[in-house]
């Protein structure tokens, strides 16, 4: 069964770096997109991020851009989103999910989540 | 950007009434590339609705999806006690990729 499981999570101070990881299994992870979502305490959904099947496109929410960098190591099932320059306001449940459709980035829904990681970005 | 509103912000009903649950786009969505997600609390969310009307593996079909254009619907037949819950509608044909903020389900 499809697997996404997040770590890295972590409290940092604003303007430091943290990195997330989600290791995928259950399905082939080099044929399919993938993305990030967040989700600030008590807040709805913002999409952060979403790289292509192969790594080669990529595309940020305004808010995160120049500062985050989405990547994956199709090798090891992982997908990767490096934050830097970290602000308060991107304290949040920091999810994974899986696009529905192989290769496709665009046209395709979230069919698998994983369960998130917090970030919470204080002084 | 695709702004997604939705409505009612809360709706509160009772276990075996009908939920009607509204999504409106500040342009068109293309191809109906419009989705409808469930969350619990402390739970990630859930697909139920894709491409404005086809239910996603494993979702009763008490849940159904309809609309085009700018005005999408997700409707809920019959509530059952765990269908109480936040539901969140998503475009997914254009980046940004952009979310509704939401409707909270609630037991009356």
């Known amino acids: 069964q499809v697997q996404l499981v997040e770590s890295g999570g972590d409290v940092v101070q604003p303007g430091r770096s943290l990195r997330l990881s989600c290791a995928a299994s259950?399905?082939?992870?080099?044929?399919?997109?993938m993305h990030w979502v967040r989700q600030a305490p008590g807040k709805g959904l913002e999409w952060v991020a979403v790289?292509?099947?192969?790594?080669?496109?990529?595309y940020y929410a305004d808010s995160v851009k120049g500062r985050f960098t989405i990547s994956r190591d199709n090798s090891k099932n992982t997908l990767y989103l490096q934050m830097n320059s970290l602000r308060a306001e991107d304290t949040a449940v920091y999810y994974c999910?899986?696009?529905?459709?192989?290769?496709?980035?665009?046209?395709?829904?979230?069919?698998?989540w994983g369960q998130g990681t917090l970030v919470t970005v204080s002084s | 950007e695709i702004v997604l509103t939705q409505s009612p912000g809360t709706l509160s009903l009772s276990p075996g009434e009908r939920a009607t649950l509204s999504c409106r786009a500040s342009?068109?969505?293309?191809?109906?590339?419009l989705a409808w997600y469930q969350q619990k609390p402390g739970q990630a969310p859930r697909l139920l609705i894709y491409?404005?009307?086809s239910r996603a593996t494993g979702i009763p079909d008490r849940f159904s999806g309809s609309g085009s254009g700018t005005d999408f619907t997700l409707t809920i037949r019959r509530l059952e006690p765990e269908d109480f819950a936040v539901y969140y509608c998503?475009?997914?044909?254009?980046?940004?990729?952009?979310f509704g903020q939401g409707t909270k389900l609630e037991i009356k």
């Open positions: 999910a899986k696009a529905d459709r192989v290769i496709m980035l665009f046209g395709s829904c979230f069919d698998y």
């Open positions: 259950g399905f082939s992870f080099s044929n399919y997109g």
């Open positions: 790289i292509s099947y192969d790594g080669s496109n990529k």
């Open positions: 342009q068109s969505v293309s191809s109906s590339y």
């Open positions: 491409g404005a009307s």
């Open positions: 998503q475009q997914y044909g254009s980046s940004p990729y952009t």
